[in-house]
């Protein structure tokens, strides 16, 4: 099984619709981040969370909100999807040491707002 | 605000040959990592650079940081196609908050031609 395991892998939704992306890990790490990445932008903080109560808004957060509902999972929210959300993004997780590790990414979901 | 910038953001080259990329960031930080993106796939992660003067290599690839001159190089030694695929540094920084979050560089795409 993955490390971190984002769900679902593809989707496509209407503009307008409420979207939830899942991630949850098994690394026991207690840092985890939403990214979105866009062709020729690399990839941009959404929301990270240190631990379960703690979350921080990222450079887009603008029409995303979060939920840390245990140490190892971790959802965005779309609350009224945009087809400029649609994207790929990514959830990774990190520790406090983050020495050896760095940071592990998901396998990715994307995402069409139509 | 931690900027990440990559130079180039596309390289086409021929098998067999050498060449170095660039990686700037614009404030103080001492750990760098290096991920490689295949197309339509998750970050995989290269190398993590921990201290200013840090030289690590993998295979064909050879990475080091200099915190002094925020500057980071990733080297290639003989190209391979295998070897074709989207790099991307990130730095991390530190939020106005004081929590650290990583930073991408938009990506390069690297082409390895027969």
């Known amino acids: 099984d993955a490390d971190v395991t984002q769900t679902p892998r593809n989707r496509i939704t209407k503009t307008g619709k409420r979207i939830m992306l899942e991630c949850s890990q098994t690394?026991?790490?207690?840092?985890m981040y939403w990214y979105r990445q866009d062709p020729g932008l690399g990839l941009r903080l959404i929301y990270y969370?240190?631990?379960?109560?703690?979350?921080n808004k990222g450079e887009i957060s603008d029409g995303y909100s979060v939920s840390r509902q245990a140490q190892a999972k971790f959802s965005l929210s779309l609350e009224s999807a945009i087809p400029n959300q649609t994207a790929l993004y990514f959830c990774a997780t990190s520790d406090r040491s983050r020495d050896l590790s760095g940071y592990t990414f998901g396998s990715g979901t994307r995402l069409t707002v139509v | 605000e931690l900027k990440v910038e990559q130079n180039p953001l596309f390289l086409s080259m021929q098998e067999g040959k050498n060449y170095t990329i660039y990686c700037n960031y614009s404030t103080t930080s001492d750990r760098l990592y290096w991920y490689r993106q295949d197309p339509g796939k998750s970050l995989e992660s290269l190398f993590v650079l921990l201290s200013n003067g840090a030289v690590k290599q993998e295979g064909r690839l050879m990475a080091s940081l200099d915190t002094k001159a925020r500057l980071s190089t990733l080297h290639i030694t003989a190209a391979v196609h295998d070897l074709s695929a989207t790099y991307f540094c990130?730095?991390?920084?530190?939020?106005?908050?004081?929590?650290?979050?990583?930073?991408f560089g938009k990506g390069m795409k690297l082409t390895v031609n027969p």
């Open positions: 690394k026991g790490h207690d840092r």
């Open positions: 969370s240190f631990d379960v109560k703690d979350i």
């Open positions: 990130a730095v991390e920084g530190r939020s106005q908050g004081g929590s650290e979050k990583l930073v």
